[in-house]
């Protein structure tokens, strides 16, 4: 700004006139992934939980279908180009995290309908063992983004050791989070998010 005084032989050593990468996209991105790989970890407990009824037999998957597709939204509209998603299919470059996430995301939202397929056609002892293979895929899903972040190489946080189970905590905590208003003895969901 003009009225900062400058000396004649000042100059620009750090320019910061550059548009933000990552914006809120990202950051609403690991909301929803988080969310939606919570809801998958906690569903196998959901009876343990507090959850009863629809909450415990249908409610973990359905929030996990909607924020999954919520954050495939964010991460398309992030792109820029989304056409560019498609060559993570047809070109991918298997060393790459972002390619390897996208997997883990595509059978994710594959086996999230298909337990409430399975569930819906009275398929149970199917529809449970999808549940814990979801509650695993849960897992990948809160936990891709760490090793992504770690080949960026853009932070030091990045780097850090204790990412991936910060990412793990706050998808656990996301889907009690979600959850609770749904529980009737929302307790152990409390003590849970709290922890």
């Not at 498609?86 to 790459?96: A, E, F, G, Q």
């Not at 189970?165 to 009690?176: E, F, T």
Request: charged share 15%; net charge negative; glycine share 8%.
């Amino acid at each position: 700004p003009a009225e900062i005084p400058t000396l004649p032989d000042t100059r620009v050593v750090l320019d910061i006139g550059h548009k933000v990468e990552w914006g809120w996209h990202v950051a609403a991105y690991l909301v929803t992934k988080g969310v939606a790989a919570g809801a998958a970890m906690i569903a196998p407990f959901a009876g343990d939980l507090g959850l009863e009824g629809f909450a415990a037999n249908w409610l973990p998957e359905i929030v996990a279908v909607v924020f999954t597709l919520l954050t495939t939204y964010l991460l398309v509209v992030d792109l820029g180009r989304p056409k560019l998603f498609l060559t993570l299919l047809t070109r991918p470059n298997t060393k790459s995290w972002l390619v390897k996430g996208a997997w883990i995301l595509i059978a994710f939202s594959i086996l999230v309908p298909a337990e409430l397929a399975a569930r819906f056609a009275g398929l149970l002892d199917l529809a449970e063992t999808l549940r814990w293979l979801n509650a695993g895929l849960g897992i990948s899903v809160a936990g891709y983004t760490a090793f992504l972040f770690a080949q960026c190489e853009g932070r030091d946080l990045w780097q850090s050791r204790t990412l991936l189970p910060h990412l793990l905590v706050q998808a656990w905590m996301c889907g009690c989070a979600v959850l609770m208003p749904f529980a009737a003895n929302p307790t152990e969901l409390s003590l849970w998010f709290a922890a």
